[in-house]
């Protein structure tokens, strides 16, 4: 079956332009996470929606960041006025439900690169 | 503030050796400890997890023992091959609770080398 789909795979940008990222999880699953990936770091959290519930924005970096998650299923995050420190694989994962034991299953991401 | 500490940070074993990999939590409410496998280009996938009920899980060559008193949990993999080259990440919930985010470890880079 089809797994997370993340598009563009690929973003290069200007300093300063705004930039959309989309998230398509796995059909079914009800809890969605954004991860950001720093070149040869490890995954640093930054939103999760749990169905109809209020997100945890807890790990937003900053007010320039946002993320909506419409109908429940297909995500997107967006950056505003982005900046060269924003480079970085933005990887996408959901899961069956909010549960602890449920794994999360990761798109491939998204490397952003901003000039 | 660290909250999954991980250990080594890269790791070079030969072909048919033992990668061994550390992992120290604290967030002691926690009941389940994954170990996820990323390769370059693609998202990171669920490799094993282990329950804090049991002391070791034995999946093929991965094993993953649990220490409960010590805090920590480790990666064994046995007979290493090429194809195990990639990074290697535990998570863990937050100090702060909640199920619903996870925690990584920054990664352990292993290598194995024919």
């Known amino acids: 079956g089809a797994g997370v789909s993340q598009s563009p795979s690929n973003k290069v940008t200007e300093k300063g332009k705004d930039v959309e990222l989309r998230c398509d999880p796995i059909?079914?699953?009800?809890?969605l996470y954004w991860y950001r990936q720093s070149l040869g770091q490890g995954l640093e959290f930054l939103i999760y929606f749990q169905g109809n519930s209020a997100p945890d924005k807890s790990g937003l970096p900053s007010d320039r960041f946002s993320a909506e998650r419409t109908g429940g299923s297909v995500s997107t995050l967006t950056i505003q006025r982005t900046q060269q420190e924003d480079s970085a694989v933005y990887l996408c994962a959901s899961s069956l439900q909010s549960d602890s034991n449920q794994p999360q299953h990761f798109g491939d991401g998204t490397r952003l690169s901003i000039l | 503030q660290q909250q999954v500490k991980q250990s080594p940070q890269s790791l070079i074993v030969q072909k048919g050796g033992i990668s061994i990999i550390n992992c120290a939590y604290e967030n002691t409410a926690f009941d389940y400890f994954p170990w996820y496998q990323q390769f370059p280009g693609k998202g990171p996938a669920l490799l094993i997890a282990?329950?804090?009920?049991?002391s070791e899980k034995k999946e093929g060559r991965f094993t993953i023992s649990f220490n409960k008193s010590a805090k920590q949990f480790s990666l064994h993999i046995m007979d290493s091959q090429p194809g195990d080259s990639a990074t290697y990440f535990c998570a863990s919930p937050p100090l702060s609770g909640g199920y619903n985010k996870l925690i990584f470890g920054a990664g352990t880079r292993l290598a194995v080398h024919p």
């Open positions: 059909s079914g699953h009800t809890a």
């Open positions: 282990i329950r804090p009920d049991v």
